[in-house]
């Protein structure tokens, strides 16, 4: 990993990239696996409950268990569905999400794809994902899945616009859209020089807007269990229902990972004293505290109407992105260039 692949591609290369690659889906599955129980446990401590706790030791094979019985279940399509749309759906939405993961740098030497435009890939394909949740909301036949759909169209367009929008404070401050130099660029000893402070107003669009592209509490509409069943993913079942969950829960790790890299300092110490501990440990600290916030907030806050959501996108985050912008801008050529 890193930059090792510095002339053509060979034979050997392609297998080594190849079981780098298996090594890596085999982490992130792992990833899900105990996300999930994490979650599961974090939201029941919260509630005053246990959680799992029946299978394995402390619950830790519940997780197993389910993705298991999920695999064996029969697979059903509707009769009246678009069968080749209703099959694609959960592929298409799954393929972005693990492939965002190749630009997110975990130390200075550990990655993947050193890319220029690291961050616009991540937005370019992220966005795909949407067309999926759609496609299987139409494709399914059904009214409540065609509602959900229409309502994860509607959201997750909505707060694609603030949630770029707020990264470019981070894009003006580091002169880059490589991930490796903007966290190169937070590197001033301490945590106050990282992103999260002088782009605090960034920072938090950013949070809001990826809860909702996340389709997560207070913003899952789309699923919304009390009112569309479950959304857009009500005909899915066994191994197509789990690739949703699945996408959801890698994106989960996807977003945690870019929130600790553009604004978290990625794997920088938050003191000059505490350079000794490893880069990895500092990204891992960091990444799990982004992960325990999003569950937090999903034991926390209640879903909010169709309408709150809109409203909050359009006509709070988008001009607090802006205003961001426009501020950050201003105090690089008051400030820096003056």
């Known amino acids: 990993?890193?930059?090792?692949?510095?002339?053509?591609?060979?034979?050997?290369?392609?297998?080594?990239?190849?079981?780098?690659?298996?090594?890596?889906?085999?982490?992130?599955?792992?990833?899900?696996?105990?996300?999930?129980y994490?979650?599961?446990?974090?939201?029941?401590?919260?509630?005053?409950?246990?959680?799992?706790?029946?299978?394995?030791?402390?619950?830790?094979?519940?997780?197993?268990?389910d993705i298991f019985k999920l695999l064996i279940k029969e697979d059903t399509i509707p009769r009246k569905a678009d069968r080749l749309l209703f099959v694609l759906a959960p592929v298409l939405a799954y393929v972005p999400a693990f492939s965002v993961l190749a630009v997110i740098p975990y130390t200075q030497k550990l990655y993947f794809a050193d890319l220029n435009v690291g961050l616009l890939y991540y937005v370019a394909l992220s966005g795909i994902s949407t067309l999926a949740i759609v496609l299987g909301g139409w494709a399914?036949?059904?009214?409540?899945?065609?509602?959900?759909?229409?309502?994860?169209?509607?959201?997750?367009i909505s707060?694609?616009?603030?949630?770029?929008?707020?990264?470019?404070?981070?894009?003006?401050?580091?002169?880059?859209?490589?991930?490796?130099?903007?966290?190169?660029?937070q590197d001033g000893g301490w945590f106050w020089d990282w992103n999260f402070l002088p782009q605090i107003i960034g920072f938090a669009v950013f949070i809001i807007a990826a809860v909702s592209e996340l389709n997560r509490t207070p913003?899952?509409?789309?699923?919304?269990?009390?009112?569309?069943?479950?959304?857009?993913?009500?005909?899915?079942?066994?191994?197509?229902?789990?690739?949703?969950?699945?996408t959801e829960y890698v994106y989960?790790?996807?977003?945690?990972?870019?929130t600790t890299v553009l604004f978290l300092g990625g794997w920088q110490a938050p003191a000059p004293f505490l350079d000794f501990v490893p880069g990895i440990v500092w990204f891992l600290l960091?990444?799990?505290?982004?992960?325990?916030?999003?569950?937090?907030?999903?034991?926390?806050?209640?879903r909010i109407r169709v309408d709150q959501l809109m409203g909050l996108g359009w006509k709070v985050l988008l001009p607090l992105s802006l205003v961001n912008v426009f501020a950050t801008a201003l105090c690089l050529e008051l400030f820096v260039k003056g």
């Open 1 to 36: 990993m890193g930059a090792w692949l510095n002339g053509p591609l060979t034979w050997g290369d392609a297998i080594v990239v190849f079981l780098w690659v298996v090594v890596f889906l085999v982490i992130v599955l792992g990833f899900v696996t105990y996300a999930i």
């Open 38 to 65: 994490f979650e599961r446990k974090v939201i029941g401590w919260m509630q005053f409950r246990q959680g799992p706790n029946r299978v394995g030791p402390l619950g830790l094979l519940q997780t197993v268990a």
């Open 140 to 156: 399914s036949n059904n009214k409540y899945a065609l509602l959900g759909g229409m309502r994860s169209a509607a959201q997750m």
């Open 159 to 185: 707060y694609e616009v603030p949630l770029v929008i707020s990264v470019v404070g981070v894009i003006l401050l580091s002169g880059s859209l490589n991930l490796r130099d903007i966290v190169a660029a």
């Open 219 to 246: 913003f899952d509409l789309p699923e919304a269990e009390s009112e569309l069943v479950a959304g857009y993913h009500v005909e899915y079942s066994g191994f197509r229902f789990a690739f949703f969950m699945l």
């Open 252 to 258: 989960v790790y996807a977003i945690a990972a870019l």
């Open 286 to 302: 960091k990444f799990a505290f982004i992960v325990f916030f999003l569950f937090w907030i999903r034991a926390t806050f209640p």
